[in-house]
């Protein structure tokens, strides 16, 4: 009866332990996660509460878990849950900055319409970029007015300009980064190569447009 007593109560401490190193492991996972999708919401100006986050990743991995393990009667299920619900967040945020990217880029050729207007009508490039800031909707708006923050706080337009290279990725922001830059160190018309850029950016768009026609078709 004592041996009993003893096996029973090891295994209940052994399954305390377990549970209590698990539920460690879980919060570090989530708290680890969290973070980085505040940073990632950052980047694409959504301010979401981090109790509404910790759900985002808690709540599909129980609930799918639970789900199938009920479907599938057994852990299989319980584990092809909660890969699925852990696999969520990272695919929702995913879909979310690629949806940004796409409506970037649709915005490209018209902003640098509006920058090229501007420096022909006399103003300086964060001149440019303000009216942009001001005129232009979301997401490009807010990238130049981030863009504008930041040189005002003291960093330099070059740094500003690599920064918003880094958060919108793309072959048109890459030449237009670079244009911007190497202007800046050659002290060239800015106006003309501005004009050649809108015109490079606009073709390569119209390709685009005309290729995924053809995929339509």
Same mark, same amino acid.
């Not at 209590?20 to 708290?31: C, M, S």
């Not at 852990?75 to 699925?84: E, T, Y």
């Given at each position: 009866?004592?041996?009993?007593?003893?096996?029973?109560?090891? $295994?209940?401490?052994?399954?305390?332990?377990?549970?209590?190193?698990?539920?460690?492991?879980?919060?570090?996972?989530? $708290?680890?996660?969290?973070?980085?999708?505040?940073?990632? !919401?950052?980047?694409?100006?959504?301010?979401?509460?981090?109790?509404? !986050?910790?759900?985002?990743?808690?709540?599909?991995?129980?609930?799918?878990?639970?789900?199938?393990?009920?479907?599938?009667?057994?852990?299989?299920?319980?584990?092809?849950?909660?890969?699925?619900?852990?696999?969520?967040?990272?695919?929702?945020?995913?879909?979310?900055?690629?949806?940004?990217?796409?409506?970037?880029?649709?915005?490209?050729?018209?902003?640098?319409?509006?920058?090229?207007?501007?420096?022909?009508?006399?103003?300086?490039?964060?001149?440019?970029?303000?009216?942009?800031?001001?005129?232009?909707?979301?997401?490009?708006?807010?990238?130049?007015?981030?863009?504008?923050?930041?040189?005002?706080?003291?960093?330099?337009?070059?740094?500003?300009?690599?920064?918003?290279?880094?958060?919108?990725?793309?072959?048109?922001?890459?030449?237009?980064?670079?244009?911007?830059?190497?202007?800046?160190?050659?002290?060239?018309?800015?106006?003309?190569?501005?004009?050649?850029?809108?015109?490079?950016?606009?073709?390569?768009?119209?390709?685009?447009?005309?290729?995924?026609?053809?995929?339509?078709?």
């Amino acid at each position: 009866m004592v041996l009993y007593g003893l096996v029973f109560g090891s $295994t209940v401490l052994l399954g305390l332990g377990i549970y209590q190193l698990f539920l460690e492991q879980a919060n570090r996972y989530v $708290t680890k996660r969290v973070n980085q999708a505040r940073v990632q !919401l950052e980047d694409m100006f959504l301010d979401v509460p981090r109790t509404r !986050l910790i759900l985002f990743y808690v709540v599909p991995p129980s609930v799918l878990a639970l789900v199938l393990g009920l479907v599938m009667r057994g852990p299989i299920g319980v584990a092809i849950g909660l890969g699925l619900g852990l696999a969520i967040p990272g695919l929702a945020l995913k879909f979310m900055r690629a949806a940004r990217h796409r409506k970037f880029h649709n915005q490209m050729v018209d902003t640098l319409l509006q920058i090229s207007s501007g420096l022909r009508a006399g103003l300086s490039m964060l001149q440019a970029f303000a009216v942009v800031a001001e005129e232009t909707p979301p997401p490009a708006g807010q990238e130049f007015a981030l863009v504008l923050k930041e040189t005002r706080m003291g960093l330099a337009l070059e740094e500003a300009m690599l920064h918003l290279k880094k958060r919108v990725p793309s072959d048109d922001m890459n030449l237009f980064v670079t244009t911007v830059l190497v202007s800046r160190e050659t002290g060239g018309d800015v106006t003309a190569v501005f004009a050649r850029l809108v015109e490079t950016v606009r073709a390569a768009a119209h390709r685009d447009r005309n290729v995924r026609i053809e995929a339509a078709l």
